[in-house]
């Protein structure tokens, strides 16, 4: 169904579906689009070259337009990642970043051409149900038939992405449509969604309490909480409670903050979230979900005391009983939930500094053990304290899926909100690449780094070009070892074997000079500082940059060990005892 709104601006001429498109996607808060045209989208194409407003970008791959939009959603504040991409195979290469979107709650809007209407004839170019094809993996999916529908249904499209739980959304418009012109007399206005009011202000008095009593009390952020940070550190600090993210959310919670603890609060984080978490007995999450990374394979300990608070209902409360569940927008329940914290004058100021000590004395002890953990190859501790040195504050980093994700997670500082990005719940490999661009070219005047695994790097390195095409300077330190580290790691410590995990001896000058980027080598640790220093360097004249990290995997983060234990410990115990006696035999034989 279209959205009508009480406002309307008149057009009163024939326009084609193309126009419609563009003059919807112009109101909008849409600066670029990504995709590849074809014959069936290459009227909108030709209607986005005129635009003003907004650029149409060519990729090497419909993957890439989606993981770009991805980005752009996640690091603006407000911008929607926007896809126009050809139907079926189009929309199939873009699947891997529309679900991450949806996994993830990140607004995407993908506009697909489609198949014409106004010939009889069946299996046309390209012929695929995209609304059953994409059904579970969007909010919502159109195909639109007549003209005057064009502009209302982008903008309903519009709202149920960026609603509730956002999500990616799917509006088609056939070939035919946008090539034709037909009366339009007028086309609703655009109306920005304001967030919806607290359906029971009552809770947060409840949720107060509950914190003010606490003994210890803790706090759990996620990407949910990414636009209340400066609040949360406000409670955090009346509180005297550590803070814990996710993985998505390590932008929701500064890491030079006395009460930032690292990445989840269970038996796989790091010693200064497990200690200081250890006694809680009052839980705030915001914007969270419980999932399977943030809380160890689900091996964490959660309160009865839970203040849960997401905008998604079926969140609250799913994982883990909460003894106070708020379904509503941080940005709406924080500030309040802040006031009535304040109003309880805690007095928490020994509690702040004992925390606080404990804390930054795990910190110190953690990052001196990697420090001292050193082959021939680079120290990712080493490097990952060196680059952010040399980084800005708000610079914004982009990971993919790998070990160099959970290396980040434990070892690399992040800043300032919506600054580091990565794929979460989908775990799609592929992303960073592509991610870097979207991220630069939203925010032209901020640094952007990649950290990639090499394994994710291969799979869209490509796109490089697209980032070259677009004088986008990336540095992207691609963490080499020749294998898939990540999983070859959980093969070895149940099985004490690598199955299809190695890769071989990869090029990655020959994928620098291929795509028009800078090369940098670092070899070993002494070699980290210069290395960093002319990759951004370069990256600052608008141009990629591929860093070739001899990465040392021998050391295994905290993150790794303790899920592989906390699966293995849920398994039967025959299944267990097999597991760990084929693990033991194969070391002694070899």
Not at 86 to 111: K, N, R, W, Y
Not at 154 to 160: F, G, L, N, Q
Not at 458 to 478: D, K, R, S
Request: include cysteine; glycine fraction near 8%.
């Amino acid at each position: 169904m279209a959205v009508t709104t009480s406002n309307t601006i008149s057009i009163g001429a024939a326009k084609s579906g193309a126009w419609l498109v563009r003059h919807a996607l112009e109101q909008l808060p849409v600066s670029h689009t990504f995709g590849i045209p074809g014959v069936h989208n290459t009227e909108i194409y030709d209607e986005l070259n005129m635009s003003e407003k907004i650029q149409p970008v060519l990729v090497t791959h419909e993957s890439g337009a989606s993981f770009i939009s991805d980005a752009i959603s996640r690091t603006s504040k407000g911008e929607i990642g926007c896809c126009v991409i050809v139907p079926a195979a189009g929309i199939t290469h873009a699947m891997s970043g529309i679900g991450e979107a949806f996994l993830d709650g990140i607004p995407m809007l993908v506009i697909s051409g489609g198949t014409r209407t106004d010939v009889p004839y069946q299996f046309q170019l390209h012929e695929l149900d995209q609304s059953k094809a994409l059904e579970t993996l969007t909010k919502g999916a159109w195909r639109v038939t007549r003209h005057e529908d064009i502009v209302p249904t982008i903008y309903e499209a519009y709202y149920r992405a960026v609603s509730g739980m956002p999500g990616p959304v799917l509006v088609e418009i056939p070939a035919d449509l946008q090539l034709f012109r037909q009366q339009v007399e007028s086309v609703p206005a655009f109306e920005p969604p304001q967030p919806a009011p607290l359906k029971d202000p009552s809770q947060i008095q409840q949720a107060a309490k509950l914190l003010l009593a606490a003994k210890h009390p803790c706090i759990f952020v996620g990407w949910g909480a990414v636009d209340v940070s400066d609040q949360i550190q406000r409670i955090a600090d009346l509180l005297g409670a550590p803070v814990s993210t996710t993985l998505q959310g390590l932008s929701a919670f500064p890491a030079n903050h006395p009460m930032h603890v690292g990445m989840g609060f269970s038996p796989a984080a790091v010693p200064a979230a497990v200690n200081a978490f250890k006694n809680c007995d009052c839980m705030l999450a915001v914007g969270v979900r419980f999932g399977e990374i943030p809380t160890g394979s689900f091996s964490c300990t959660v309160p009865e005391n839970l203040i849960h608070i997401d905008i998604d209902p079926v969140a609250v409360g799913r994982n883990f009983p909460a003894k106070v569940g708020i379904a509503a927008d941080s940005r709406v329940a924080v500030p309040q939930l802040l006031d009535a914290v304040k109003a309880g004058n805690p007095d928490n100021i020994a509690r702040h500094k004992q925390v606080a000590e404990q804390i930054a004395k795990d910190k110190k002890a953690y990052l001196d053990e990697w420090f001292a953990h050193k082959n021939d190859r680079v120290n990712p501790a080493m490097l990952l304290t060196e680059l952010r040195r040399q980084l800005d504050d708000d610079a914004i980093t982009v990971v993919d899926d790998g070990n160099h994700t959970f290396l980040a997670a434990e070892l690399f500082p992040v800043l300032q909100s919506r600054a580091f990005i990565s794929p979460t719940d989908f775990n799609c490999m592929g992303y960073c690449v592509p991610a870097a661009i979207g991220a630069k070219l939203v925010n032209p005047n901020r640094q952007v780094v990649g950290i990639v695994g090499d394994g994710a790097f291969i799979m869209t390195g490509m796109e490089m070009l697209t980032a070259t095409a677009q004088n986008a300077g990336i540095a992207y330190f691609v963490f080499y070892d020749g294998e898939l580290s990540q999983i070859s790691q959980g093969q070895e410590i149940p099985y004490n074997r690598k199955t299809c995990t190695v890769m071989g001896n990869i090029q990655f000058k020959g994928m620098a000079m291929a795509t028009g980027a800078h090369y940098v080598a670092i070899e070993n640790n002494s070699q980290i500082e210069a290395g960093i220093k002319e990759a951004l360097a370069e990256a600052a004249k608008g141009r990629p940059v591929v860093v070739d990290v001899r990465i040392d995997y021998s050391k295994r983060t905290r993150f790794t060990q303790g899920v592989v234990k906390a699966v293995l410990k849920r398994f039967p115990l025959g299944d267990k005892i097999r597991f760990v006696g084929r693990a033991i035999y194969r070391k002694v034989t070899g």
